[in-house]
Each structure stands twice: as structure tokens, then as C-alpha cells.
């Protein structure tokens, strides 16, 4: 915790410990100041009374500098620490090689708790000083205590109940969040199907406005009754812990005042006393708070730690121990050879037993029915997962061997489920290759090799056009639209090894796709010819890929044929009457 601030703002770290220290010092020693005045009225030592007045007005204005010179260190070092943790989670999170942390509920709890922690990341440092202040401004009070009688320094023990209740507390508290993470995600999907663009059309269609706040009522009403439940034992726990220091209180005022009526002390020592208790308590207080602010603080940084330590572990998992380089062309090919793969936290194989070969200059169509493993394959292609069982070999050498980054350099893809990505035009599709990411020139090319050129004339200002409405002066897009967009992204590294195109025109209609698909077969054979490159093409429309030169056919995550076109409709097997099926649906 201090590192982060540290390394956030050095200056302004030290400046807050130094002033966030200072305070509690000064608010103790004025109730010296007051005893020295009260004692000065009562003799009428009038030199006492002013050095009374003396060391509380001159404490007051010295607490009051040291109040305003932490809160603008303070709120600077906040803004400073959060945008360093910000870009640290998003760093971490958009850098960790596989894509297990997006798609498994476990772990998207884990995230959603991070996300909702942000406002314990901003500033960790503070929960330290704050800290520390309560404990300094606790031992002055004692100190101060202890000169009027040792007895009186065991005052603030009665508070340590109330300490421990507060760390009891704060560990159910967490409990409690970490058991209600997924139905509280649940709440935050229901709200977006109602408050969004995306599902707006079917709420209204099929009139699932009622049904979807009543489901948003009854978890809500789930969470509520666990939050109940914690609410009433961490009330009853809190109590017991300041009833004992309630107790402890009225014995030591009960201990002064029998001690003052004997002459033993002072007036003054009894409005010391009286002070100090009252300090102890709002002290106690703050400490508590400060306790359970620390304990959220350090859940927030635990969960932050949680995805440093996953992000590393997940790139150590797939670091070759005997690196090889990525090859700049293709020779033989990829195979697979028995490759399996169960999506983690999972036993149900996505693929079983997958041998096939995709030759070197080949366009491969993948196709099989919705489930039936084609993306799963795409994922292991690009290394978003590693194979269960089984290897993936690139001219004979296990892609595990490539470091991942070399690796995906040499890829290129576009997927169905493609980023709306509300830059300018021209970052929007350059971005596929942030070599030429602003250069016209690259990225008019990769549209026209999309065959997305002709979303340009819809731009008012040709590329300079910002898309998506969320920004001012945005233009939005239609579906289709925003997926040419992604296509010309894909599209911007003119020579990758492997292109990958996943349903890349899942919202086009087929007569579109199958002409796309043939110049996406054309351009592949060029590219072929330079570097061997393989272009994958997965569809569920059978009747668009015929143009390929290997069309797998993947059901029940197996290959049940390969082959071409022609060879597949000889073999009259399960693509010959999935293509005719759809062959008479398009017709």
C-alpha cells in the first residue's frame, strides 16, 4: 500500500504522513492549555491564565494549518494514486495472455469486487497515516493521563473490545460480499437490459419491462435479507465493545471526581480529565473507522493483488522455458494432434480428440452448428487457451514455444463478437496494426481489402468522423457497419502468418458474406504465395465457404469430416445435406 502511493507521488506521500501526524499531536495538548487556564481562574494567577489561553489559541491556528495543508495534499496525492492504480488494473487486466478472467463466474466476481473497490484503491496510503494519527493522538491522551495518575493511563484499554469487534466485524463483512458477488452482478445486468441500448428493441417487443424489474426485486430482496442478517450481529457485537468502554469511562470519571472531593487533585485535573475522556472516545471512534476504512483498503489491495498475481502467474504459465522465434513464413503448415480442451473450473470437454492438419497457403473453412467447438478452435489457434490435452504444432514445433506475443504478432482476426471501438475512424480501424495506426493511406487500404470501403461515404468527415454517439459529435454506426469497421482492422497487418476471421459477417445477410468470402479467398492466395500464411474462415453458412480449399466440418467438439467442396458432396456425408438444407432455405 505504501508502495503504490509512493510510487504515484513521492512528495505529496511524505507531505501527507508528515501533516496527517502532526494533527492528533496538537488536539491533546490543548487540553493542557485548558487546565493551565482553568487553574489560573481558580488562583487568579492571571501569568497561568494567559499562558492557558496562550497554548490553546496558538495549538488551535497551528491545527487548523495543518487541517487545510493535508486535505490539498491529500486530495492531490488521491487524484494522482488513482490514476496510477487505474492504468496499473487496466494494464493487468487487458495484458493477461488468455481470456479466462472475462469469461469464468468465479473470476468475474473477482473483478466486479475490484471494480466496486475502486473508491478504497484511491488513496491507500491515507488508511496508514490515519492510522497511525489515531495511535499517536491515543498515546499523547495516555500520556497526559499517566501525570495525573498512573490508574488513569489504563483508560483507553477499555476500548480494545471495541477494536476487536470492528475487525470481527469487518471479516464478515467480506464474507458477506464475497457470498453475494454474483447476485449483485446479476442486479447490474438486469439494470443494464433495462437502461441500455443493446436489449432496448426486444424489452419493448416482448414486454419485458415488469418481468425484469421483478427479478431485479427478488435478488435485491436476497441480498437485502443477508445484508439484514450481517446488520444485526456486527450491531450486537459493536455494542458489547463500547458498552465495556462505556463502563471504563464512568469509572475514571468516578475515580477523578472521588480523588478531587479528597483534594488529592486539582479543578484543572478534572477538566483535564473530563476532556481527555471525551477525546478518548471521539479517538476510539476515529480509530475504529480508521480500522474498518484500512480493512476495506486492504480487501481492495488484496483484490488488486489478486490480479497482479494471476496476470503474472497466467504469463509465466505460458512463457517458454526453450523459446523458439515465431517463423516469418510458413512451410508445412499447423496440426493438431489429439487436442482436447475443458474450459477451466470446468470437467465438460469443448473438444475431444482433435487431429487435423491445415496446410501451409490454405484457406480453411471451419464450419459445423452453433456449440459445436469452431471458436474454441480459433481460441486455442490464438493462444487465448492452451490445449487440455493434445499439441498444437507451427512447422513441426509446439506453438507453446513461441513467446505469445511473437506469436500473435504474426496473427490477424476479426471475431463476431467485435469491439465497438468509439475512436476516430481512422484510429478505430488502425488500430489493428499500431505500427501505421494514423497513417490514411494503411488504413483505406485494409478497408478496401475488407471490401468495408463503402462505409466511408456514410462518414461526414471521412476518417477524421467520430464514431459512436456516446461522445459529442458522434456518429453511430449500424451493425453491419461496425462490423466492416472491424474487418478493416483485421485487416491493417498486410501479411500475418494466420488470419483469422470468426463469423466476421455474422450481421451481413448471405449473398454479402459468400462475395466477401470470396475475396477474402482471393486475398488469401496472394498472401499464400508471399509467406505460406493460412486463412481460417468459421461459419455456421455452409453454402459461403465452399470457395476454401479444406472445409472441417466440427460437431459434438470432433472433427466429423474434412475435405473440399466437392470432396465432401461425393462423400454425401453430414456437409452435403447441411449444405442442401440451407442451400433450399437461401433459395
Not at 493535508?70 to 488468455?98: C, N, W, Y
Not at 473530563?274 to 483484490?303: C, P, Y
Not at 512447422?395 to 476516430?424: P, S, Y
Request: contains cysteine; glycine residues 8%.
Amino acid at each position: 500500500m505504501l508502495r503504490a502511493s509512493w510510487r504515484a507521488d513521492r512528495l505529496r506521500s511524505a507531505g501527507a504522513l508528515v501533516t496527517t501526524g502532526l494533527i492528533p499531536v496538537t488536539r491533546p495538548l490543548r487540553a493542557i492549555g485548558l487546565g493551565v487556564f482553568v487553574d489560573g481562574v481558580i488562583s487568579g494567577d492571571h501569568r497561568r491564565m494567559v499562558t492557558g489561553v496562550a497554548i490553546v489559541a496558538g495549538l488551535t491556528g497551528v491545527n487548523r494549518m495543518l487541517d487545510w495543508a493535508s486535505l490539498t495534499i491529500r486530495m492531490r496525492l488521491r487524484e494522482h494514486t488513482i490514476l496510477f492504480l487505474d492504468q496499473k488494473v487496466m494494464e493487468l487486466a487487458a495484458g493477461a495472455p488468455g481470456l479466462e478472467h472475462h469469461e469464468r463466474p468465479d473470476l468475474q466476481d473477482h473483478m466486479e469486487l475490484l471494480r466496486i473497490d475502486r473508491g478504497y484503491l484511491v488513496n491507500p496510503f491515507m488508511p496508514i497515516a490515519w492510522t497511525l494519527a489515531s495511535v499517536i493522538q491515543i498515546a499523547v491522551t495516555v500520556l497526559v493521563l499517566a501525570r495525573l495518575h498512573p490508574v488513569l493511563a489504563l483508560l483507553p484499554v477499555a476500548g480494545v473490545p471495541s477494536l476487536l469487534a470492528t475487525i470481527r466485524v469487518e471479516g464478515m463483512r467480506e464474507k458477506v460480499r464475497r457470498q453475494e458477488a454474483e447476485r449483485t452482478r446479476l442486479l447490474l445486468h438486469l439494470l443494464e437490459l433495462t437502461t441500455e441500448a443493446p436489449a432496448g428493441k426486444e424489452v419493448r417487443v416482448f414486454g419485458l419491462a415488469d418481468e425484469l424489474v421483478r427479478r431485479h426485486r427478488e435478488v435485491f430482496d436476497d441480498v437485502e435479507r443477508a445484508q439484514v442478517r450481517f446488520n444485526v450481529r456486527s450491531a450486537l457485537i459493536m455494542a458489547t465493545g463500547w458498552t465495556t468502554f462505556a463502563l471504563g469511562y464512568m469509572a475514571a470519571i468516578a475515580f477523578v471526581a472521588l480523588r478531587a472531593v479528597d483534594g488529592a487533585l486539582s479543578v484543572g485535573a478534572v477538566v483535564i480529565t473530563f476532556s481527555m475522556g471525551a477525546q478518548i472516545n471521539g479517538q476510539l471512534s476515529e480509530l475504529v473507522a480508521n480500522i474498518t476504512w484500512f480493512s476495506r483498503t486492504a480487501n481492495a489491495i488484496g483484490r488488486f493483488r489478486w490480479l497482479q498475481k494471476y496476470a503474472d502467474e497466467a504469463e509465466a504459465a505460458v512463457t517458454p522455458r526453450d523459446p523458439r522465434p515465431a517463423p516469418e513464413r510458413l512451410r508445412d503448415g499447423i496440426t493438431l494432434d489429439d487436442v482436447g480442451f475443458a474450459y477451466p473450473g470446468t470437467d465438460v470437454p469443448v473438444l475431444d480428440h482433435v487431429s487435423l492438419r491445415l496446410p501451409a497457403g490454405s484457406t480453411v473453412a471451419i464450419v459445423g452448428e452453433n456449440g459445436a467447438g469452431k471458436t474454441t478452435l480459433v481460441k486455442l489457434l490464438c493462444r487465448f487457451y492452451e490445449p487440455t490435452h493434445g499439441t498444437i504444432e507451427v512447422d513441426g514445433t509446439d506453438l507453446r514455444c513461441f513467446a505469445i506475443d511473437e506469436w500473435r504478432a504474426r496473427l490477424a482476426g476479426g471475431f463476431q463478437d467485435f469491439a465497438r471501438l468509439q475512436f476516430v475512424a481512422l484510429e478505430s480501424v488502425g488500430v489493428g496494426d499500431l505500427r501505421h495506426f494514423e497513417s490514411e493511406p494503411a488504413v483505406v487500404g485494409a478497408l478496401t481489402r475488407a471490401a468495408a470501403d463503402d462505409v466511408l461515404p456514410s462518414l461526414p468527415d471521412g476518417l477524421a468522423t467520430q464514431l459512436g454517439r456516446d461522445f459529442d459529435g458522434g456518429v453511430e454506426l449500424s451493425v453491419g457497419q461496425w462490423q466492416k469497421v472491424a474487418l478493416g482492422r483485421a485487416m491493417m497487418r498486410e501479411a500475418p502468418l494466420v488470419l483469422v476471421l470468426d463469423e466476421p459477417t455474422a450481421s451481413l445477410d448471405a449473398p454479402t458474406e459468400h462475395s466477401l468470402f470470396e475475396r477474402f479467398a482471393g486475398a488469401a492466395r496472394e498472401a499464400a504465395a508471399h509467406n505460406g500464411a493460412i486463412t481460417v474462415l468459421v461459419s455456421h453458412r455452409f453454402s459461403t465457404v465452399r470457395v476454401a480449399d479444406l472445409i472441417v466440418v466440427v460437431a459434438g467438439g470432433r472433427v466429423a469430416e474434412a475435405g473440399s467442396h466437392d470432396q465432401l458432396m461425393d462423400a454425401d456425408g453430414m456437409y452435403a445435406e447441411l449444405y442442401r438444407l440451407q442451400a433450399r432455405g437461401y433459395g
